[in-house]
């Protein structure tokens, strides 16, 4: 007998800002990503807080990021967890965990369905109370490291609904009885997938295409003067961090004093 669900987007959607962005900064302490890495990505995070982000430079992220864990074991960031979990808990809107748990009162059963990988989405859902989670999942070799390759589909753009449809199909969910919620014009597959679809601070492409649509929409984020200043502050001290850099390398060697003595 098919059942009614909820699906909920990551990123900008159930939490403020990027669950990559907070996994990154966790393994750039335990040595994993360098610290001009994370300044590349934290740029690209203001960015995406701004104004969204493209599919191109998904795959960018993406690609540097598959080459970073390659060869690494899987232990290392099952161990990171709890770190990154307890940076992703704060950044958790409470509007959002308000429409969980009204689609659990009414019966529904409500999943988490992220491009993220799904080491951090399956346990982040337990946490939320919530019935499930849909990652993306990376091949791990015999010695229990990481390939680098996913083992299954990015659950990104339309890999968000061939994960959901396989899904849906394993657990009896009715898709067109079911909501989905996302802020992104990439998520539009994931939207149109379902009988009812929720735009959540949406950017402006996907806005435009709600209206036209008349899909709901929650509108609670103000990305005002303060997120624009914290936009200043972070390219101040990566500028700030690249010139100590080159300054450096430039300063004259030390001088070399003789060991003899007078």
Do not use: C
């Not at 990154?84 to 659990?104: F, G, K, N, T």
């Amino acid at each position: 007998m098919s059942r009614a669900a909820a699906f909920f987007d990551l990123d900008k959607t159930l939490m403020a800002g990027s669950s990559g962005m907070q996994f990154a900064r966790v393994a750039t302490r335990h040595g994993i990503v360098s610290r001009r890495q994370l300044g590349s990505w934290g740029v690209e995070h203001l960015r995406y807080r701004l104004r969204g982000t493209t599919d191109e430079r998904t795959t960018e992220v993406l690609k540097v990021a598959r080459e970073l864990i390659a060869g690494i074991p899987a232990r290392v960031f099952e161990r990171m967890n709890p770190e990154v979990m307890a940076a992703i808990l704060p950044r958790v809107y409470p509007q959002m965990l308000d429409e969980v748990y009204s689609h659990q009162d009414a019966g529904r059963a409500t999943f988490i369905v992220s491009a993220a990988g799904n080491g951090v989405v399956e346990p982040l859902a337990a946490v939320l109370g919530m019935d499930g989670g849909i990652g993306t999942r990376y091949e791990v070799d015999a010695e229990g490291a990481f390939t680098g390759r996913f083992d299954g589909p990015f659950v990104y753009g339309p890999g968000k609904v061939e994960a959901m449809e396989a899904f849906a199909a394993e657990h009896g969910i009715d898709l067109q009885a079911s909501y989905a919620y996302s802020d992104s014009l990439s998520d539009l597959p994931m939207l149109e997938a379902v009988g009812h679809p929720v735009v959540v601070n949406p950017d402006p492409p996907l806005a435009e295409i709600a209206k036209r649509e008349g899909w709901q929409t929650m509108r609670f984020e103000q990305l005002g003067r303060r997120l624009v200043a914290v936009a200043v502050t972070l390219l101040a001290t990566v500028a700030g961090f690249g010139a100590s850099r080159i300054a450096s390398r430039r300063k004259a060697p030390p001088r070399r004093f003789s060991s003899r003595r007078v």
